[in-house]
Each structure stands twice: as C-alpha cells, then as structure tokens.
C-alpha cells in the first residue's frame, strides 16, 4: 500500500486481474533494450515495482539473472506462483525501492516500468546507485494508452472519473514524463525514445485491463469494482465490437550516474 498524489493505492487487491489482464511489454519493446544493452544474457538485472514479474519474467526467458521487489506482498506471491508454472528462476523480494535488500555492486543495470513516479527520488537513487556496478544503467519506462486518438480510452476513462474523480491519470496527452530534474540528482540521459503500438483487446480483456488500474481495482472498494464493471461492460456493448485495439505509447529512459563514463554507443 501506498499514498501517491494524496489518495491510497493498494495493487495487493487487484492482483489477478493484474496478473491476467496486464499482460506487460510488447516483444519489440525487449528487442530495442537489448540493442542498447539491457536484457543481454547473464546480466544481472534488479526489476524495480515489479509487480506480479511481467518485465522480470521476459528478462529470465531472454537468459538475463534477475532479481525483483515490489512492497506489495500479494504482488509478489502471484509473480512467485507464475515463475513456478513456468520454470523460471527469479528472487522475487518484498521490498521498498527506498531501501533494497541487496549487497553493493550486484547488478548490471536496474528497471522501472510505469512505477518510478510512486518512489522517493532521492531515496531510491541512491539505492539504485549503491547496488548497481560501476557501469550500471538505469531504464524507465512507461506503456499508457493514447485516449486522444481512440474513443473506446476516451469513454472508458470518463467512467473511471465518474468512480474516482481523484484519479490522476487520465487525459494522458502522450507526452513522454520528463527526467530532467533527475541530472540534479546525479544521473546522465544517455537514451530516450518512445513510438506506438496498437494492443488487441476483447470486451473482456478490457474490462480486465482497466479493473487493474490505480484508478479502479487498486483504489476502490470491492462493491465499487464490480459496480464500475458492470456499468462498463454496458458501455462497451454500446460503443464497441468485441475484439478492437488500442492505441499505445511507449516511452523509455536509459541514464546512468555522472560518475561513469558511457562505455559503448547508444
């Protein structure tokens, strides 16, 4: 549990929505890291807010060593339950990212997909830091949809508001956060980029998707859930086919600390 922007957040209570619905990164997003040196094998990676392992579980699948923490414990105990199912091996932790369970110097480079914003900067900076080598990098990244150009995200994020007005993720202009205040606190922008991929949904799986959001499952109460749903669910039967895509952007920042001398091009 957490307090982000004043309101509470629980992703503990969406968990199998979040482990069904969310189904993470899309392949190319892996295949461009990796052209910049992130997800090679054998390299130690320490997945940052991992949430039930969608990006730890692919870094293990591509050979990486990987490690991940999240502070919620049921997150934790899904992403346990999905590296068994498939043979996996990675040292999901609970853990705030303020104050890691590991030795100085262990990994490679650290991750944080669409969770940095829920962190004590400074804080988790300097653990980052003091875990990661020499020549460690740091990714973040996000992967939002674009409710600016498709009407099914457009309409589904008014419901939302229409439950939590508090909500503060809607209306997502895609751009891409800026890091910029991150260089006072010791890190280089070595890379940024960002592009769209269109992401198939059904009904259902958008329903899915969006119980397991902050706005809805990890903010709400159970009877608020399932009234929301249900009222979506008509929304979507009056507004939509059953299988249709949404559009979304994916943005990603590789940075390293100051004190390092970038090794290879990027």
């Known amino acids: 549990m957490t307090i982000y922007s004043g309101n509470t957040i629980d992703w503990g209570k969406t968990s199998n929505d979040y482990s069904l619905y969310r189904s993470g990164m899309p392949d190319s997003f892996f295949r461009k890291l990796l052209e910049r040196g992130i997800g090679k094998e054998k390299q130690k990676i320490l997945d940052l807010g991992t949430g039930t392992g969608n990006l730890a579980r692919e870094f293990s699948r591509n050979g990486s060593i990987v490690s991940g923490i999240d502070i919620s414990e049921e997150q934790i105990l899904v992403a346990q339950k999905l590296i068994h199912e498939q043979?996996?091996?990675?040292?999901?932790?609970?853990?705030?990212?303020?104050?890691?369970?590991?030795?100085?110097?262990?990994?490679?480079?650290?991750?944080?997909?669409?969770?940095?914003?829920?962190?004590?900067?400074?804080?988790?900076?300097?653990?980052?830091?003091?875990?990661?080598?020499?020549?460690?990098?740091?990714?973040?990244?996000?992967?939002?949809?674009?409710?600016?150009?498709?009407?099914?995200?457009?309409?589904?994020?008014?419901?939302?508001?229409?439950?939590?007005?508090?909500?503060?993720?809607?209306?997502?202009?895609?751009?891409?956060?800026?890091?910029?205040?991150?260089?006072?606190?010791?890190?280089?922008?070595?890379?940024?980029?960002?592009?769209?991929?269109?992401?198939?949904?059904?009904?259902?799986?958008?329903?899915?998707?969006?119980?397991?959001?902050?706005?809805?499952?990890?903010?709400?109460?159970?009877?608020e859930v399932n009234k929301f749903d249900k009222e979506h669910q008509e929304l979507l039967d009056n507004i939509t086919e059953h299988a249709f895509s949404i559009l979304h952007r994916v943005d990603v920042n590789i940075f390293s600390f100051n004190d390092y001398q970038h090794s290879h091009s990027t």
């Open 87 to 223: 043979d996996l091996d990675i040292d999901f932790q609970v853990s705030s990212a303020e104050s890691l369970p590991f030795d100085d110097d262990s990994f490679d480079c650290a991750t944080a997909n669409q969770c940095f914003h829920y962190f004590e900067t400074k804080k988790t900076l300097a653990e980052i830091k003091r875990v990661l080598k020499s020549n460690g990098l740091l990714m973040l990244s996000n992967f939002s949809w674009l409710p600016h150009v498709g009407s099914v995200a457009r309409e589904s994020e008014k419901l939302v508001l229409k439950y939590n007005p508090n909500w503060g993720a809607a209306d997502y202009d895609g751009v891409p956060a800026p890091y910029y205040k991150l260089s006072k606190l010791g890190l280089v922008q070595r890379v940024m980029f960002f592009y769209d991929v269109h992401v198939p949904f059904t009904k259902e799986s958008w329903r899915g998707r969006i119980r397991a959001s902050r706005g809805i499952g990890a903010s709400l109460t159970e009877d």
